[in-house]
């Protein structure tokens, strides 16, 4: 997906039409769709019902703000979309697993473009010259929002072959739910290793080239104009203070992030 502050970027806003088959995978059984946008045109879709376990309105509003700021800082990432969910769509679903989802996520649901022909990055899948670069890329992005939720259980991770492109961050921004928040987010602390070093690229990471002042240079583009229409393309519904928690953490990681790139070049050494 493009930059949301380029100026063509638009944010679709997805009817649902027909259900296929959900992900049993996934602790949200995220549902495979038919959906059509303002234009009349179809498409298939993955959505994430607001009422499944680990959603709600702000967990929505965490999967969109990480994607729009994966997007910024160039990671390849699912692109986006809204799907309003109708009351004749989720006559649909009776008698499937998740109707009680469904039933619970009337309106406005994040979801995504379906990506087909790419394959998840498994845990044991080594990584070639093609892809290192983004899952380099990818780490360091984790790490910067705060995101425990790729794991070798977990990936979360699709390939080509040659590029990798992330999904799912509802669990993102984990220092929202912290009683004691770090004062200096851009350093990590010991209580912050349990949940790095489980990240399931660390281990094939390690140890390897890495340009960190061209990644430095990419938290330059969460300026105020990012942030700004950010906040105007998440819907109403989905805002609260946490995204203005968020807001502040990540611009004071962007105020230091020369001290962020030396705890990430620990990590990563």
Not at 102 to 119: C, D, F, H, P, T
Not at 179 to 205: G, Q, T, Y
Request: glycine letters at 4%.
């Amino acid at each position: 997906m493009s930059k949301i502050t380029a100026g063509n970027y638009r944010l679709p806003i997805i009817e649902a039409l027909s259900p296929h088959e959900s992900f049993e995978s996934g602790a949200n059984k995220p549902l495979l769709l038919t959906g059509v946008d303002s234009n009349g045109n179809k498409g298939d879709y993955v959505v994430k019902f607001r009422g499944a376990p680990r959603m709600s309105n702000e967990a929505c509003m965490r999967e969109l703000l990480a994607v729009f700021i994966a997007a910024q800082m160039d990671i390849r990432v699912v692109s986006p979309v809204i799907v309003n969910i109708s009351q004749n769509f989720i006559e649909l679903l009776i008698g499937n697993d998740t109707w009680q989802y469904a039933n619970k996520s009337l309106g406005l649901n994040y979801g995504s473009e379906y990506i087909k022909r790419y394959s998840t990055v498994l845990p044991t899948q080594d990584l070639n010259n093609h892809q290192l670069p983004y899952a380099q890329a990818i780490f360091a992005f984790d790490l910067a929002i705060q995101n425990p939720d790729r794991t070798n259980e977990k990936p979360n991770m699709i390939t080509d072959g040659m590029e990798i492109v992330i999904y799912d961050h509802e669990l993102a921004f984990s220092f929202i739910h912290d009683i004691f928040p770090n004062p200096n987010p851009w350093e990590i602390r010991e209580a912050d290793l349990e949940w790095v070093n489980k990240h399931c690229l660390l281990s094939k990471i390690k140890g390897k080239e890495f340009d960190f002042v061209e990644f430095s240079q990419r938290f330059d583009n969460l300026d105020e104009n990012f942030w700004e229409t950010a906040k105007a393309l998440i819907p109403k519904e989905w805002l609260s203070n946490q995204f203005d928690r968020i807001k502040q953490l990540l611009t004071s990681i962007c105020n230091n992030k020369e001290a962020f790139i030396i705890e990430l070049k620990k990590l990563m050494s």
